[in-house]
């Protein structure tokens, strides 16, 4: 059966200790009020997890959730999210991915796939059209991302199967692994490869021939050519056709905020030899994209010789760059594209992977690891080959891999003697290459991101977009109506942020990729909310989708407060209060005082206590989240 | 000058003190900020006015404001607002009014009047596309206030002026006087008319031949016949077209919530009386209506006879049929024609005036007036011609009018021994006629209402409206997806409550009648939102919209904390609390635990402390109200 309004309205549960699955519809109101991705995921995990479930036992469950707008035929919606409690960051974890996944699934008849318990033995799902198997994963368990999928689509028979899989690193439980699709498009952050790993599952093969039908097929097509007639005339979203993320380099550059040497810096000496120039001269293979996308920002690399990569792993994205570039302050854009293929190989977050060894370095330097514990490398900033050598190690939990594989947080309480402060990581979660010194506002998400340190939370900084008064109209509808300073922090940027807060958040939960559709795109939110309709047939509008992500930014944040967590942990490392010591901000700073307002602020914005962080029983009422009081309530983390 | 997006740009200022006047302008994000009445008043007594103004000093502002959408060619947006403090309360003062003064200032030129100062001697203004001149009042002071009107047209020679004025009660600073426009459309609480009174100001003549142009012509064209040709089907527009408010008061008596005898019943014996079918038969001379509005659901009487009545004057509401039929037990139709006659000649609130005798008789009948003391009038529940000898009394302050005028609270202050427990009042207002323990949603309004106990904070009762799967349709947008009990004062009715409140302000803001746009109207926010777009240019939707109403709600709770007002006088007359004696809803009360727990709730989906009512900083600057929250910090009524 196909739904008439974007969505299947099945949710497939598989419960791998009894190896028994069985399918849920909970209705329409259920995927108005949620959506999908996150908010799904958060009504879940309150409902039926404990606090203080570990995040690598059986009990922890792992949610992939489409959205109701996932795979329609519009751009930019090919998007799913992955959750669990995090074994990174304890919190709630989420992850979301492009690709082809997300979409297959919903053609398969699910919405999303709730997994619990852990198999005896190796398994991977197979998931066709309405249909569900537990199959054997012997064969494939130890092989990479790649090699797994192409082993299962050999077995199947079928090669237009999509597969989401992990690789050794989740199998061995390395704190950041993530999960791929196609070998390139990862649900990068918070673990979510590590839960899968632990439950022994290797992969979920999908294949599906029904795709929901939207309400309007006729309005979504006129729609969709809009926006195809549009999107080139759009600064931002050519720059991403044309370029990709890679891209944004040499404007960070430029702006002396490219985060260098573990953020020692916002500039760094090599950032020509691996911006976008030297990209397409020298490794670009071609653009590539995801399901239903024109603007196709991935890209594809090559690179032969000492750094051979396999093509079927991409090309590293700006934050790969980043991460294994200028916080590593390595130059040599093939060896980033190795770091970035063995990242996709291993099952590894590349943020999190260059973050923790940029970490390492700089304890390293420091004196606070030895050469002896790096068994025998000589780990220092710009080491190309030491970089490339603690990926695999970190992989495999191999020597000092099997510290570094529990991230930067845990490794520098192991290490002590002040090694914290080279933890570049908010709430065990490693920062994306974003400086918040040149955007506070990023500073600001980093700092309150539920699910640590993560740079999907908003506009990237609304300030930053203020300055085009195209971006400006766009954010009108909002009611902010004047331009903000891109270094300010006061109230009208706050404001901003919160307001952009729940529109990302809704982005996330129905399947819509920032990139195609957020307010610095300058794609108007009628338009989007015109789609919206088309798709689900819902007289939505900003009101309801903006409830709609506070409601899941409330669940995820109710779930982290059952964990213990509170403002305290909402905390970004000591270094962005120093100034930057050199590029086009030299002297620049976080205020302390100002950053401390900016969170009460924004605390008071939500409806949350500003000291203990605790929503207002009226707030959660007010989000049609009454029975997370009574929960909160009944968990004691609460008084009212 | 035309504007090309539905408002002049200028606001006019009058000093009758110095009898000067200047223009201001503003410029376009104040407009898109404030939408109009209650919002640019809010902003201009917070930042011009002292805390603790005298209302009926020379101090006191008096604002008569339109909103961007008045007097545009759509349906039902007539109205405007005066605002001041007011008289009655002592708190924000805020009064609507439909008829044709709001659209005629407009086309004169100006989007608002600001009077300050006091006469020496009596005026009236005088305002005509662009230009204004203060004129001498003396000849026409003293006159009733349509003789007003009709002198200053001929004065002036012109019939199509239109004119706002004051009648003896207003002169006599009666504490509920109220404005007319053409005698029978009132700015009727609060007060309003006591303000104009205290400056000498009599009236203000407007005449003006240059609409704004709306910034989409033909799409306003096609969005007014497209409601012309929906209004009809529409279950309520079309009762208030067939019928106008009288046609409400047979379904309140059905299901027992008709206030009788001052709120002590909900059943009148005499409904039938009184109730739309004996009005359309004896008194009913026709439909009259507002500019612009093809509803109509003004309603011309005709009397002769004992109480001829003068039908200039217009015939009475449902508001002025419960006043002064059911609250005061009198079930002679004409009798209470008479007495809405009289109200709207001398300018006086039919609630407040109907209330305040319905009080009067309670205390008449419990023996805390003696007749001694009521000039010889025998004022029971029932009597037809004591009622209508108090109402002139009031008027012109004679006798124990001269107690009565200053409203049942501050009367029963006077009488003392326990008199207050027969006040129906909130803040010092009389309650409109509409039945608490039969719509609590309607209590609690009153009882939290900035400006005292008002009928036109929300839908009258968002359950009520619910049982329509049509209305539930329309909320669906704003995220109310689910039905909810008519009596029920859950967290659910409460968030209906917050959400729908936010957008009856704005309606009042922007000059839009809720009549023709409210929810329960049935016309979907998506409509409306197409309206507001093509009149104004701007690409505002719900979002923007809700955030202007709930800006406006927290300029005038920011004016009442300055004023030492708190949580504790949003306070239900205890009446509510106990059982209704008699009718369908026989037995029914509030409860205490519920109704306290209902304030709580709001109070925190608000941003408000609940036990202080301050709002947080971070809720202010939400609302892009920083300024205010600086302002109530140097006031010293917040700590943060």
Known sequence: MTMPNGYSGKILRVDLTRLSSEVEEPGEIFYRRYWGGKGFAGHLLLKEQSAGTDPLSPDNLLILATGVMTGSNLPAMPRF???????LTGCFGESEAGGWWGPELKFAGFDAVVVKGCAERPVYLWIRDGQVEIRDASRIWGLD???AQDAIREELGDRRIRVAAIGPAGERLVRYACILNEGKHANGRNGMGAVMGSKRLKAIAVRGTKPPKPFDPEEVH????WYAAEYLNNPTTRILYEAGTPGLLSGLQASGMLPTRNFRSGSFEGAESIGWDAYRQEIFAGPRGCFGCPIRCKREA??????TIDPRYGGPEYETLGAFGSACAVSDLRAIA?????CNRFGLDTI??????AFAMECFENGLLGIEELDGIELRFGNADAMLAMVERIARREGIGDLLAEGSARAAAQIGRGADRFAMQVKGQELPLHEPRGKPAVGLGYAVSDIGADHLLAVHDPGLQMRESAILKVMAPLGVLEPIDT???GPRKVRAFYYAESIFAFWKAAGVCNFGYAPRVAI???KFISMARAVTGWDTDLFEISKVGERAINMSHAFNLREGIRRRDDRLPERFFEPLPDGRLQGTALSRQEYEEAVTLLYQMKGWDPTTGFPTRGKLAELDLDWVADLLCSAGVTAW
């Not at 006129?222 to 050519?225: D, E, F, K, Q």
């Not at 190795?338 to 063995?342: F, H, P, T």
């Not at 999190?352 to 060894?357: A, E, P, V």
């Open 81 to 87: 999210t992955v959750c669990s409690r995090s074994p």
């Open 145 to 147: 991302t790649v090699d």
């Open 222 to 225: 006129r729609l969709a050519r």
């Open 302 to 307: 090559r690179v032969e010789g000492r750094y």
């Open 338 to 342: 190795k770091a970035n293929e063995m």
């Open 352 to 357: 999190s992977t260059g973050i923790t060894i």
């Open 487 to 489: 270094l300010d922090l």
């Open 524 to 526: 108007p939110f009628e």
